[in-house]
């Protein structure tokens, strides 16, 4: 089984913090991404990766950056949190999207900023 | 822009059959997925669908119109289980899926 793994699933920051969203693939996927999902709004795209070093901007990639340093792994990085940015924070990783591959979600991050 | 519409709620029956509409208006197309996710988890994969027609598996059918853009996702035999959040999302490019809002189905006894 896939396993999409985000390592904080609940934090609580203040506003100007800077904020690391880890998360981790085992199944050798190239294609990674950060979504947030808010009610009302389903989910939007972020960030995503489709290889090493390799970034392309979502939907909404104001206020966030990302890093792509190793296959597995993907952090979303808040260079400095706003009270907009809570959310619940889902990462997900795919194969070749063009094999028709659909994605894996990983637990979800709820972060808050107070 | 993508424009994914899905109703917001539905409510049914235990064993009864609901129909989850989902239409889209994308710059591309390259394969429509439904999701489920219950409260607090991570959405999991259902169904995928690519050229026009229905596709079953099991109690969940989901089916494809590309001319009309459009798509719905059918439960058949509901238990209380199946109720959740379903997201219909389009794969519109090479590598990004964009979502709907959601739909939230609640099973009643």
């Known amino acids: 089984d896939v396993k999409v793994t985000q390592s904080s699933r609940y934090l609580v920051k203040r506003t100007g913090e800077k904020v690391f969203l880890e998360c981790v693939q085992d199944?050798?996927?190239?294609?990674m991404f950060w979504y947030r999902q808010d009610p009302g709004l389903g989910l939007r795209l972020i960030y995503f990766s489709y290889d090493v070093k390799m970034k392309e901007k979502g939907d909404i990639p104001e206020g966030y950056s990302v890093s792509r340093e190793k296959k597995e792994r993907f952090s979303l990085i808040l260079e400095s949190a706003s009270t907009n940015q809570t959310s619940m924070y889902l990462c997900?990783?795919?194969?070749?999207?063009?094999?028709?591959?659909?994605?894996?979600f990983g637990e979800g991050s709820w972060l808050t900023v107070v | 822009g993508q424009n994914i519409d899905q109703p917001t709620e539905m409510t049914a029956t235990e064993g009864a059959i609901v129909q989850i509409n989902c239409t889209y208006q994308t710059s591309g197309f390259n394969g429509l997925f439904w999701y489920q996710q219950h409260a607090g988890e991570a959405p999991t994969f259902l169904s995928y669908n690519v050229l026009d027609g229905l596709e079953e598996k099991g109690r969940f059918s989901s089916f494809l119109s590309r001319s009309k853009g459009y798509s719905y996702l059918l439960l058949k035999e509901l238990q209380m289980k199946d109720s959740a959040s379903y997201l219909c999302a389009v794969r519109d490019g090479d590598y990004k899926l964009s979502f709907g809002a959601g739909t939230t189905v609640t099973v009643r006894a």
């Open positions: 199944m050798d996927h190239e294609n």
């Open positions: 997900a990783s795919s194969l070749d999207p063009a094999s028709g591959n659909t994605i894996y």
